[in-house]
């Protein structure tokens, strides 16, 4: 029995760590004209994940990430990804394919203004239009399984004969854009970097 116990509480201590290490977290307001920020914070303990769907216009790119730790004198790091998805637009309305294909970046690391401040990474260009080859039969297969998760398969036949229509009216055209954010927390432990938390920021792809 004393054995199944000190078992168990091996499982349990990555989950004590990652739940004890931060008692809070924030992202300063910033005002870049490129990348305005109003500001986010989660307080109390941190869970292993966290979805952070935001507002239209909201952009954490190049915004400071404060670490509220629990316990003082460790040493963390915060890494960032970026993940692309497609969607349709037409000329306001849009459709967001979040399920199907994407385009993910390498982790991308933050700059460390001290033990417990960092300012996130802006993506490239690159990083922003990155996304795999398609056919015309994948898009409308997906925009079709789209419409079947939503629970209106209608909505595949207003948006798949407009595909491609050049400037008449009700186009819709495929776009490229940032559809999640992930940001990692580290903390060094035994000479090992361990993950704390994952923050996975939810940009709108469209207005």
Request: net charge negative; proline share 9%; glycine share 8%.
């Amino acid at each position: 029995m004393a054995r199944a116990l000190f078992a168990i509480a091996l499982l349990c201590t990555p989950l004590l760590v990652q739940a004890q290490a931060l008692s809070g977290i924030r992202v300063l307001p910033s005002v870049d004209r490129d990348y305005p920020f109003p500001g986010w914070k989660h307080e109390g303990p941190v869970p292993a994940s966290l979805t952070v769907p935001l507002e239209l216009g909201d952009e954490v790119y190049g915004a400071t990430l404060q670490l509220q730790p629990a316990h003082a004198g460790g040493k963390y790091r915060v890494r960032m990804q970026f993940e692309t998805s497609l969607a349709l637009g037409a000329e306001g309305p849009h459709l967001d394919l979040i399920d199907w294909k994407h385009c993910v970046s390498d982790w991308e690391p933050a700059d460390a203004v001290d033990a417990v401040t960092f300012v996130l990474p802006k993506p490239t260009p690159e990083q922003q239009s990155c996304f795999p080859t398609y056919t015309r039969a994948e898009l409308d297969a997906a925009v079709r399984a789209h419409a079947a998760a939503q629970g209106d398969p209608t909505i595949a036949d207003g948006w798949i004969p407009n595909i491609d229509k050049g400037d008449a009216p009700g186009a819709a055209s495929p776009y490229v854009a940032i559809s999640t954010v992930r940001v990692r927390v580290e903390v060094l432990r035994k000479g090992k970097w361990v993950e704390v938390t994952t923050l996975a920021f939810q940009p709108l792809m469209g207005c």
